[in-house]
């Protein structure tokens, strides 16, 4: 089994009590694919700019990451920068966002990536994102992730992606902006009425809520001191869930609750350093180490 | 084992998007003791006016809760009336206080309450709470609650009161005011630097942080779709943890999360009405239900 993920490949500066970084490796699929890539391959579909540094994509290759099917579009990379408050670690601030080969970027695939059984339509504009699945052959799990730019703008999109996705995941201000209900619980199950089967809610600190027909839980996050940049943690964290999903290749009770485990440890490590400094050297080895810790601190 | 508690019965006022109550039983202390009551024995240490329905105390005798420590001051009784909005159940808009003969009280104990072995002290000014111990006899376990307006106004006499007791409840925004920590691990660590051995962080739907040197553990409350008056939940929280401690006379790892998951429950119950209105006729039996449910959405 294998892992298809369409979204984003940028270049981020980031801004936090903790420091400054200029032009790391970012983006949505790029955080996705670096956990995912842990537990089974990636098949990364977005574009860059010719711009793009060479040792960013080396470092993707390097990881087994499969870039067939990223493109390398004429202009520059898209470029995200941002700035986190000590105040409020979940709130990004947004200071500049220049698209470039993003926009009027629609996906291309490689022939041989259109019957990849499971998908992930990470962070990026719905339209795009429809693109892709009207592309795909008979797949089999399609997790869907968005943001409140779309949700706000591109609404419509984004309802009709839910009808047709298996897997919904959203953060607690996203699932309440798109349900405009304020508790999480009837939220989760309005975004259920949209269509997807399985809703995960990530809390940040707070951890994850789990809500499907048959299956609901919630735990906590791994207890982290030091936050020092929180950019990608969303996407390292739906990368550990879809990857052990994919490596499983079931979906019981069980398994959704290791995978959403995993989907939480990788976030923890993710937050401890700015962009992948901490998750680009990360071995499973240590994942189950802090895995262990997280079961403990929660375990009844 | 019994237990005694300080902290205000009062006449609550409460608007709500679910409705108005006018003259409701409540305060600190009635909520406490309500929850606790069905552990243990509870013995009340409060003030109420000359114009306190009678209704209301034999409603508190009837629940087995001892009042020979509940003064009838001259005067109106302490009355709040508060209001929550839809957009945020966590935060109570105080419309008004009326402090009646709370103002210039201090407590007196009946003799045969003072060598009671476990103590909460429960939300009232922090010279009150440190009157009290002054009075009692070698008290085993004493737990400490407080609120923003003592933290903003009384911090010495706080920080001097927390030197004295062995467990502290803290909901997350008195913690992080407390502190000045915004990181909730970071503040329940300098919690317990600041003296009390185990340190309980309540954080309304997200459930409760326990930290203590040797035991640390967080699980999410149980899922509330309706909520309809969170007023009193922390002390309802606080009753059950309390309660159930000082029946179980022990504090090892097991017994404090099981007591932090009856805390839990019969908190979630306390939200789903006014006042007391689900509460007072709550059985163990229908706590065991769903504390049963909540450890099946919460287990691994």
Do not use: C
């Amino acid at each position: 089994m294998s892992l298809l993920v369409l979204g984003t490949v940028a270049l981020d500066n980031v801004k936090t009590p903790s420091g400054f970084r200029r032009d790391m490796l970012g983006g949505s699929a790029a955080h996705f694919s670096m956990s995912a890539s842990l537990f089974t391959k990636v098949h990364l579909v977005a574009i860059v700019g010719e711009d793009f540094p060479k040792e960013h994509i080396n470092f993707l290759k390097k990881k087994g990451i499969d870039l067939d099917s990223l493109k390398i579009g004429k202009g520059k990379s898209f470029r995200w920068e941002g700035e986190y408050k000590k105040e409020d670690f979940n709130t990004a601030l947004t200071l500049a966002t220049e698209l470039g080969v993003l926009m009027g970027f629609s996906p291309e695939i490689a022939p041989h990536h259109r019957a990849i059984p499971n998908i992930f339509l990470a962070n990026i504009d719905p339209d795009i994102q429809l693109g892709l699945l009207d592309m795909l052959h008979k797949p089999k799990l399609i997790g869907l992730d968005s943001m409140n730019l779309w949700i706000n703008h591109k609404r419509e999109s984004l309802l009709k992606l839910m009808k047709r996705v298996d897997l919904f995941v959203a953060n607690d201000a996203e699932a309440r902006a798109l349900t405009q209900e304020s508790n999480l619980i009837r939220a989760a199950k309005k975004l259920r009425n949209f269509g997807p089967k399985l809703i995960v809610v990530k809390k940040g600190e707070h951890g994850v809520l789990f809500y499907s027909d048959k299956v609901k839980f919630s735990f906590p996050a791994y207890p982290i001191e030091e936050v020092v940049d929180p950019t990608g943690a969303g996407d390292t964290f739906a990368g550990g869930l879809m990857g052990y999903l994919t490596k499983a290749n079931k979906a019981d009770a069980k398994t959704l609750k290791e995978a959403a485990l995993y989907g939480t440890t990788l976030a923890s490590f993710n937050v401890q350093a700015f962009g992948m400094e901490k998750t680009a050297g990360l071995t499973l080895a240590q994942v189950h180490k802090r895995m262990k810790e997280l079961k403990s601190f929660i375990s009844l």
